[in-house]
């Protein structure tokens, strides 16, 4: 057997041949050869079954991927499942990306209609078109009696939409939550009477009003959270994210028991580390981050302290992903990336950065490499950070080496793969020269002895070698 999983590996076709050498090949092979079968035409048409006989019976996982329009089919889950062996509880459903309108019909029955509560375990919403609104009561409907679903994605755009409850409606206790654009307008009776948070153990906050949220609900409720994620970066409440902020300090440091990964967009002036401190021993993975952002140069974005980042270094001792914020006309950057480096098992850094152009200097900038300010500063970095490392090394126990580098971005002027550019005259100028603010530069090692930088932007990539330990 392991010899045809190797063979499928470098040559799938070749293994597929060797099932006809003899019967045991065949017996061996055909099940490593078909252990994953997708679905097209030949298989599913009406004499399928009679050309492939048993060729689904040992199936146990399946993923529904997308609607196939050949015969412009419809297919919801209650049309793919075996529903005696639904009645009998033996199998767990998963949704992703689910559409609103699947195929049509009446909406008031159409989730019920095509998804067996009872064996829904996962659900996780599509970018809804057209908007949640029209159909949020079939689809709480569904939630309300799934009561085996553990993990939630509710998605919406805009200022997002809401359940209205009644009654004894209840939602299931989930264990990972996600909510992006909803529009929480509930009061503590109601999260108390329709909600359940006692399992959660993943909960992501993504533009809704936070400070609503966190006002309303039960902080001990939450103590079991190992993932914690609030980007409250809309126009919800605006006016009172400082009071959000200092919930949310509240929260992640005398409620919640040990974190594994803290991903936060917050007011950085005002929100001290003695919260992250609390979960020294068991987070690792932190991304912090001020509301402010890089979009604008003129802007200065507040930024953690190299005395602040020395003393997570020290207590953090398990962190190997960090995303951070450098403003340089805030922090010295030597002092800023040295204490950096002082993160024993840090493996994986970002790091957001102002872009270095100055659309109105003169002589205007240049998109001559020899003048590429933002690339010369992002390599300056990458250079500081792998000798402070490779130094680190030397100077530790070959029985406590410290760890490699895996990554090092930095992203320039507040770079994203979908985004619209700086808007100004200056600036649509410059982009037609091929100047740019928004850049993304990626540091990854491929060997012991090489590192790979790669130009987000334009999707360049350059090599070098470095002596010593990356």
């Not at 950096?340 to 957001?352: A, C, G, I, M, R």
Request: hydrophobic fraction near 35%; charge should be neutral.
């Amino acid at each position: 057997m392991l010899m045809f999983e190797q063979l499928i590996e470098v040559d799938r076709h070749t293994a597929t041949k060797a099932r006809l050498v003899c019967r045991r090949f065949n017996d061996i092979a055909t099940p490593l050869v078909y252990r994953t079968v997708s679905l097209n035409k030949n298989v599913v048409c009406k004499d399928g079954e009679i050309r492939h006989q048993q060729a689904l019976d040992n199936i146990f996982r399946w993923r529904y991927v997308k609607i196939n329009q050949w015969e412009k089919w419809s297919w919801r889950p209650c049309h793919v499942l075996d529903m005696e062996i639904v009645k009998q509880n033996r199998l767990k459903l998963h949704i992703e990306d689910l559409p609103i309108d699947i195929c049509g019909g009446d909406l008031q029955k159409l989730y019920i209609q095509s998804i067996p509560p009872s064996m829904l375990v996962s659900l996780r919403l599509g970018i809804p078109t057209p908007p949640l609104t029209t159909q949020l009561e079939t689809l709480k409907e569904l939630l309300t009696q799934a009561h085996n679903l553990e993990t939630l994605h509710y998605q919406d755009r805009g200022q997002g939409t809401h359940f209205v409850f009644s009654g004894n409606e209840r939602l299931p206790s989930f264990k990972e939550l996600r909510l992006e654009s909803y529009d929480w307008n509930h009061d503590s009776h109601e999260v108390a009477a329709h909600w359940d948070f006692s399992r959660l153990e993943s909960l992501e906050l993504i533009s809704m009003p936070t400070f609503s949220f966190l006002s309303s609900v039960s902080f001990p409720d939450l103590a079991g959270l190992k993932t914690l994620r609030v980007e409250d970066f809309s126009l919800h409440n605006h006016y009172r994210r400082e009071e959000a902020n200092e919930l949310l300090h509240t929260l992640v440091k005398s409620h919640i028991n040990a974190l594994t990964t803290l991903d936060l967009r917050v007011h950085i002036s005002l929100f001290p580390i003695d919260a992250i401190l609390s979960h020294a021993s068991s987070l690792h993975t932190l991304r912090l981050r001020d509301h402010t952002g890089f979009s604008d140069e003129s802007l200065r974005v507040p930024t953690l302290s190299p005395a602040d980042l020395v003393t997570l270094a020290t207590s953090l001792t398990h962190l190997h992903t960090l995303e951070l914020d450098m403003d340089t006309h805030l922090v010295s950057t030597n002092a800023f990336l040295r204490s950096l480096s002082l993160f024993p098992k840090l493996t994986n850094l970002t790091l957001h950065i102002h872009t270095l152009v100055d659309p109105h200097s003169s002589p205007p900038p240049s998109p001559h490499p020899d003048n590429d300010k933002d690339k010369q500063f992002a390599y300056r970095i990458f250079y500081f950070l792998v000798q402070a490392r490779r130094q680190q090394q030397e100077q530790q126990t070959s029985e406590r080496p410290g760890s490699s580098w895996k990554s090092i971005t930095i992203n320039v002027g507040g770079w994203q793969r979908v985004m619209v550019r700086r808007l100004s005259e200056a600036w649509k100028a410059l982009n037609r020269k091929g100047v740019f603010a928004e850049r993304c530069f990626v540091l990854t090692r491929r060997l012991v002895l090489y590192l790979a930088i790669r130009d987000e932007c334009f999707r360049r990539s350059s090599g070098f070698k470095c002596d010593g330990r990356l």
